[in-house]
């Protein structure tokens, strides 16, 4: 039988099937979908995984691999049937090596985001993949689902910083595929395949990372501007005079903000007054703020903000980060409002923003905008909160409304549905209508060739 087989390959303290136990795996971060699951194998081993994976195949059953369990679109909870195996990486937490030479990192699926920073660290490195998850995502997770955060602008996306990985096909078949080569050509590009794929295509089981110089204490700066198109101008200000040495710069809307002003006890405002937009950013260009004072001073002259704090100490940069990193808690204390993680080109962000809250305000009057975001890549968290209430008939049709409003006007932008969550169950439904039918179909006969039994994570994404 498939529970025993799976038991034993995983050994004594490698399952779970404890109600209790189970809880915290078999619900998002959000709490908006919760399944339920066969049994939770924790596997110690790329063999074990194989193992498992296997015995999962041959037995017809489906597998969900899940990570820190952070993600945004419900991809890492097992659906309701209560017949899939969640296949958790937590125990795969070995940095493999660090090659600092080789400026690279192998580490093992299940590694903390944090601990790998840190690893780096240790070694005069630097890891640049950051978010406000980070102390529970596990690099597995950010791998598979191509993960974005705030270093984007300077170093690109979690793709961009895969040198390698090894992944466990869905008939249990290693690909080793750990390499740390900047340079290969040697044909397909395989890796590409299971970056950002959701866990659909294979089970991550170790990655090689790209390493960094350690650009030292970056200088953090917070400012008010008074319009969101004056980010963009600002940013393209900033780029030019600091040499592009901008490595974080962050759009916060002002209810975003006041939203963790009164739900996170320690996070306090550096300003006395409430503004319509703030921008957080870092800027690597070495200890002196200097560089960063004149150029904000000559866009204070130009009209591009109304106020700036450049913090004195790491412990304040820490503060006013913190402000931004806890947005996602602050609206998940006011409930479940819609979340969309778009993207369009930078030009026309303020056009988007302009247009969305019009068109909201005439169709849901009643709705808050919670908007924030990665601006230097054109990524808006467009987060629309209903008031409270059953999710009955007419409130899901009006959800529904909202989302294509929004992904309507996307889509008018030449923009993405989604610029780092990535699709997992909440947008699949989505998906259909806002790509083409070539790239679905290209799409399928991926997921056809890489699984064709549907053992991975199936219902997700495609
Ligand atoms: P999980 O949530 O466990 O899984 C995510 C998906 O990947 C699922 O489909 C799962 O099946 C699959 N998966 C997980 N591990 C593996 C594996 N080893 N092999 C194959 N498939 C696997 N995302 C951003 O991009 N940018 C942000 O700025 C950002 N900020 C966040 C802030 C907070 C406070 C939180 C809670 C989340 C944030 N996220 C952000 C969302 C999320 O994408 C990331 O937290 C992270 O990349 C998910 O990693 P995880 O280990 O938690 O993955
Ligand atoms: C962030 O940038 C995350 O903080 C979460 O991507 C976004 O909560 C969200 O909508
Ligand atoms: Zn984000």
């Not at 004195?312 to 998940?332: D, F, P, Q, T, V």
């Not at 409002?337 to 247009?355: N, R, T, Y």
């Not at 999710?391 to 030449?414: C, F, G, P």
Request: net charge negative; proline share 5%; hydrophobic share 40%.
């Amino acid at each position: 039988m498939l529970i025993e087989r799976l038991k034993q390959i995983v050994g004594p303290k490698g399952w779970q099937t404890d109600a209790e136990a189970l809880e915290p795996h078999l619900t998002e971060w959000r709490g908006v979908h919760r399944g339920n699951a066969l049994i939770a194998v924790f596997p110690a081993s790329t063999q074990e995984v194989a193992a498992v994976v296997e015995a999962c195949h041959e037995a017809g059953v489906a597998i969900v691999p899940q990570g820190g369990n952070t993600g945004m679109c419900a991809g890492a909870v097992p659906d309701a049937s209560g017949s899939q195996v969640l296949l958790c990486l937590s125990r795969m937490n070995a940095v493999r090596s660090i090659d600092p030479a080789d400026f690279s990192l192998v580490a093992e699926a299940g590694c903390i985001l944090s601990d790998l920073q840190e690893a780096a660290r240790e070694h005069r490195r630097f890891f640049p993949l950051s978010l406000g998850g980070e102390g529970s995502c596990q690099i597995g997770g950010n791998v598979s689902t191509n993960a974005g955060g705030i270093n984007v602008i300077r170093y690109g996306t979690a793709r961009d910083l895969v040198l390698g990985v090894e992944v466990v096909l869905a008939d249990g078949t290693v690909w080793d595929g750990i390499r740390t080569l900047r340079k290969d050509t040697a044909g397909y590009d395989l890796k590409q395949l299971f970056i950002g794929s959701e866990g659909t295509l294979g089970i991550v089981t170790a990655v090689a990372l790209k390493l960094f110089p350690d650009p030292g204490q970056a200088t953090t700066a917070f400012l008010r501007i008074p319009t969101a198109d004056r980010a963009v101008r600002l940013l393209a200000h900033l780029r030019r005079e600091l040499e592009d040495g901008i490595q974080a710069f962050e759009l916060i809307g002002a209810t975003a903000y006041e939203l963790v002003q009164e739900h996170i006890p320690d996070a306090v405002s550096p300003f006395d007054s409430p503004s319509d937009w703030y921008v957080l950013l870092d800027t690597a260009i070495g200890p002196s703020p200097e560089p960063l004072e004149r150029a904000l001073a000559q866009a204070l002259e130009a009209g591009l903000l109304t106020d700036a704090v450049i913090a004195k100490s790491e412990a304040e940069a820490g503060r006013l980060w913190r402000l931004r990193h806890s947005i996602a808690e602050a609206e998940r204390r006011i409930g479940k409002g819609l979340k969309h993680d778009i993207s369009v080109p930078i030009g026309s962000m303020q056009a988007f923003i302009e247009a969305g809250a019009a068109r909201l305000a005439d169709t849901v009057p009643e709705a808050t905008l919670v908007v924030f975001g990665h601006v230097g890549d054109g990524n808006l968290h467009y987060n629309v909160v209903l008031p409270d209430g059953p999710d009955d008939d007419e409130r899901l049709a009006r959800k529904e409304t909202v989302s294509r409003l929004v992904y309507d006007l996307v889509r008018e932008m030449n923009g993405s549905i989604s610029a780092e969550h990535g699709v997992g169950l909440l947008k699949r439904g989505w998906l259909g209508d806002y790509k083409s039918a070539t790239e679905l179909e290209l799409m399928r006969a991926l997921k056809r060739a890489l699984d064709p039994t549907n053992t991975l994570n199936p219902g997700k994404v495609i």
